[in-house]
């Protein structure tokens, strides 16, 4: 492991590497990359800059992605030599909720081997009173939306497995995810070895891209707006997966207000007409990635049939038959049914 006095020289030799940002023709994909500015602006993430270090502990390198809840980073933990995802939660009750979650999995759950719990969490000071939930993980590589049709497939049979044994294993401790996609999947990275220095690390996962945070709003302190990395070596990823995002997470049987899930083409039909999430809806959106691992793409795509609710039930009549005749008046999904959805006399077109 390399000393704190090494490493604040290294920062010091490669302060020029922090500084670098894309020319006006860049800005657009990364604004296209990134999460809404106005969540900066309204104080729900935390300002970021590549090259800072927080917690005086752990310097951003790159950035992973985010959600609505949370902004993830690429870090370097200076004290233990290794390179850590740090999943910033947004400052409201909200990102206070993952925090939670995961403590009730970890007390419930007996096996959690395949399921990506925090190790390490801290608060953070941000723009408003209320401060941001900081949750430190093993680093992982890119989701099963965005990598699994670049893999062969072996590994993708291999990533249904394992997505299947991690759910069982959340079951088992009476846990329902309630928003299982393909993007809440991760797939490995391999570990960097001791000391490897940044740009090594950039010419393998792909150098960031960022830019200065487009606002006329006075904020706080300094951030900027980064792309997420793309790794540039399949070597580095690896064939195991880790299932994670478990912020919306429930006790089986418990009542939830909004019953439907945000993501579309993974919401299971029941969920639509007013029924809670349960151990079956979320095997439901389990084969739907199972079907997107084995055609390489998601059965109900934004771009397929408009993308909303409704075209997922009218696909789902046309091609299975008629919906219990007991959810009639129930479908609670984003424009008016069709009546003629409960159709028992419906049958399936060939």
Not at 67 to 93: C, E, N, Q, R
Not at 190 to 202: G, L, N, P, R, V
Not at 244 to 263: C, H, M, N, P, Y
Request: hydrophobic share 35%; glycine share 8%; proline share 5%.
């Amino acid at each position: 492991m390399t000393t704190q006095g090494s490493e604040a020289a290294d920062a010091t030799i490669s302060s020029s590497i922090w500084d670098n940002f894309v020319d006006s023709d860049g800005e657009c994909d990364i604004e296209d990359a990134c999460e809404p500015i106005n969540r900066y602006e309204e104080g729900l993430y935390l300002l970021i800059c590549i090259g800072e270090v927080i917690a005086g502990r752990y310097r951003i390198e790159h950035k992973l992605g985010h959600g609505g809840f949370s902004t993830v980073w690429m870090a370097y933990d200076m004290h233990k030599g290794k390179d850590v995802a740090l999943k910033i939660m947004t400052a409201d009750p909200g990102g206070e909720r993952e925090f939670l979650r995961h403590n009730e999995i970890i007390s419930c759950v007996p096996d959690t081997s395949g399921l990506l719990i925090y190790q390490d969490a801290f608060l953070m000071p941000g723009a408003t009173r209320n401060p941001h939930r900081v949750l430190v993980s093993p680093l992982k590589g890119p989701n099963l939306r965005d990598y699994a049709r670049e893999t062969s497939t072996i590994v993708r049979r291999s990533a249904a497995k394992q997505l299947l044994l991690a759910l069982k294993a959340l079951h088992d401790g009476g846990i329902v995810h309630r928003d299982l996609n393909s993007a809440n999947v991760m797939f490995g990275l391999s570990s960097f070895e001791t000391a490897t220095d940044i740009t090594t690390k950039y010419r393998i996962l792909g150098r960031r891209q960022k830019m200065e945070l487009p606002t006329n709003q006075e904020l706080w302190k300094k951030g900027e707006m980064v792309a997420p990395m793309t790794p540039k070596d399949s070597f580095v990823v690896q064939d195991s997966i880790t299932l994670g995002d478990f912020g919306l997470a429930i006790r089986s049987g418990t009542e939830v207000d909004f019953k439907l899930q945000v993501s579309v083409g993974y919401c299971a039909p029941e969920r639509m007409h007013q029924i809670n999430p349960t151990f079956a809806s979320d095997l439901w959106s389990y084969m739907r990635i199972f079907a997107e691992l084995y055609l390489k793409w998601p059965l109900f795509g934004p771009g397929f049939f408009g993308g909303g609710f409704r075209s997922v039930v009218e696909l789902l009549v046309r091609v299975l038959g008629p919906l219990p005749l007991s959810w009639k008046g129930s479908y609670d999904g984003d424009v008016e049914p069709d009546e003629s959805w409960c159709d028992q006399s419906k049958i399936p077109e060939p």
